[in-house]
């Protein structure tokens, strides 16, 4: 199931910018899709250890570690702000140039970014968010199943991304764009709610 769109139309930052606050939505391609409404514990849990261990081992490094909602703007070549047409909010992000972070949020691609899937965002963040993130130049980005208790991971060769790495989240596993920093699974997956 994919996120439901807001109507036809195609949409801009500008036009984000003056939306209500009641209701999340992304742009893909001027495209607004509704978000879905609050996350479960599992992906809440997810989120937060994994993001707290990156910003544990990043500590003292110019690098960020930020998590959503945050607004991510991926302009296409020479569009300005005002007429960004893809405005992501992923779970979990890595960026490390400074000049990419402004006061409201992330401008260009990050160095690494990480979705945390559901029932409800699985179709939309391994299809719309994928080719997104590739066209974009996202490095390095891991898709985390807690209720399989998968991870996939996509790295850029040359402009796309090539075949995905699949594994358990067992053990630990490195993030290729980072050196010396890895995810831990075993806290985590001790910490998700047992599968139905």
Not at 182 to 195: D, H, K, S, T, Y
Request: charged letters at 20%; proline letters at 10%.
């Amino acid at each position: 199931m994919g996120y439901a769109l807001r109507d036809a139309q195609r949409y801009t930052y500008a036009d984000y910018c003056t939306w209500p606050e009641d209701a999340r939505y992304e742009l893909i391609d001027g495209v607004a899709y509704l978000m879905a409404p609050a996350p479960s514990v599992d992906h809440q849990t997810a989120v937060f250890e994994i993001g707290r261990q990156l910003a544990n081992s990043l500590e003292g490094h110019p690098c960020r570690v930020l998590v959503a909602p945050l607004d991510v703007l991926l302009p296409r070549p020479a569009q300005g702000e005002a007429e960004t047409e893809t405005v992501v909010q992923p779970d979990v992000l890595v960026v490390c140039d400074p000049a990419k972070v402004g006061p409201k949020g992330i401008r260009g691609a990050p160095d690494w970014v990480l979705e945390v899937l559901s029932p409800a965002s699985a179709g939309h963040d391994q299809t719309v968010k994928l080719a997104a993130y590739e066209r974009a130049g996202v490095p390095e980005y891991w898709l985390v199943h807690p209720m399989d208790r998968v991870l996939t991971i996509y790295r850029l060769e040359g402009a796309a991304y090539g075949r995905p790495q699949v594994a358990e989240l067992v053990g630990k596993t490195p993030v290729g764009v980072l050196p010396g920093i890895e995810v831990a699974w075993g806290p985590i997956v001790a910490r998700l709610l047992p599968p139905d």
